[in-house]
């Protein structure tokens, strides 16, 4: 019986529940914890469910994988009360393995992430962007889906939607994919890159890992000018400086970054495992082509920033029921 498992996946349940209610009524001392579970039950399924993809390639293709080990986070330390989840798995060169089992997670999570972010946008309003608050990152699939619910391009003339504890879930959800799509290392993006390419991919890797500090500063560079420019206009004493958003915009780059290096360093400074030299069948190569795609309609330059906003003459849109 995995005892480990099941009480690391219960733990987490509760901190992520926890998160969601205090999220919910503003760190209040004293709140019901039921008012979490619009959060937490939506988040735990994409999360299970980006694992448990994984975890059911790797036994098809009869490699030695263990069932999911969540990690709970204390509520109040990030935004979701957990850092997500891990599986151990044992390591194959074969390409055709590797490029399935890296794609069934993201895909397996992306499939319920989506109808609980379409779910959650329905129940979210859209308000006025109001003093300082923390902005969500946007998409190419985010922002055409809020586009279609609420008839804008959100965010947009000082609105944007005020996500909904399910919306936010889902956005998570697009989050961790996401960043678990990104082509570095031994991440789910790694896995499939390296079995598409080859060996001679592990390089590029490198490359690309390291420029994610200088994407940080440019994100950094361009939030500062947007930041300056909406100061300027707002014309307010807000406590807040441009160089404080632009760093907050530009430092989850910077995060990742530092935690990849780390991984390296774990894993004996090597960037991938080497794989065979076999060709992937055409079927595997239509994968990679949906993975690629898939990232790209989920990417987000900035996941996280600081927003700014004034509430004069502004107008609440409900989702278009058309």
């Not at 975890?55 to 009360?81: D, E, N, Q, T």
């Not at 290392?185 to 200088?214: C, E, K, M, T, W």
Request: proline share 8%.
């Amino acid at each position: 019986m995995p005892f480990v498992n099941i009480g690391l996946f219960l733990l987490t349940l509760l901190t992520t529940t926890m998160q969601g209610a205090l999220e919910r009524h503003g760190y209040a001392s004293v709140f019901p914890l039921r008012d979490g579970f619009s959060f937490s039950l939506p988040l735990m399924a994409i999360l299970l469910c980006h694992e448990m993809g994984h975890y059911i390639a790797a036994r098809i293709h009869k490699v030695p994988v263990s069932l999911p080990y969540f990690v709970p986070l204390p509520p109040g330390m990030g935004l979701f009360g957990t850092m997500g989840a891990v599986i151990l798995q044992s390591r194959t060169s074969d390409r055709r393995k590797l490029i399935d089992i890296g794609a069934a997670g993201p895909l397996a999570g992306l499939a319920v992430a989506i109808p609980v972010l379409i779910v959650g946008l329905f129940l979210s309003p859209v308000q006025p962007l109001v003093g300082v608050g923390v902005q969500e990152g946007n998409s190419i699939l985010y922002a055409v889906l809020k586009r279609l619910i609420f008839g804008a391009w959100l965010p947009g003339e000082g609105r944007d939607v005020m996500l909904h504890p399910t919306a936010m879930a889902g956005w998570a959800g697009l989050l961790v994919t996401m960043l678990n799509l990104l082509p570095l290392g031994q991440l789910d993006g790694g896995h499939v890159a390296i079995a598409y390419f080859g060996n001679r991919y592990g390089r590029a890797s490198r490359i690309l890992q390291n420029a994610l500090p200088l994407l940080g500063v440019a994100v950094a560079l361009a939030v500062y000018a947007d930041a300056t420019a909406t100061l300027a206009r707002l014309g307010e004493g807000l406590p807040v400086s441009p160089f404080e958003i632009a760093a907050s915009a530009g430092t989850p780059w910077l995060m990742w970054f530092v935690l990849l290096t780390l991984l390296r360093r774990l894993s004996g400074g090597v960037d991938h495992p080497p794989v065979d030299d076999r060709p992937l069948p055409r079927s595997r190569a239509g994968l990679f082509w949906m993975v690629f795609v898939t990232f790209v309609i989920i990417f987000m330059p900035i996941p996280l920033r600081a927003s700014l906003g004034a509430a004069e003459g502004a107008k609440v849109i409900q989702p278009s029921t058309r």
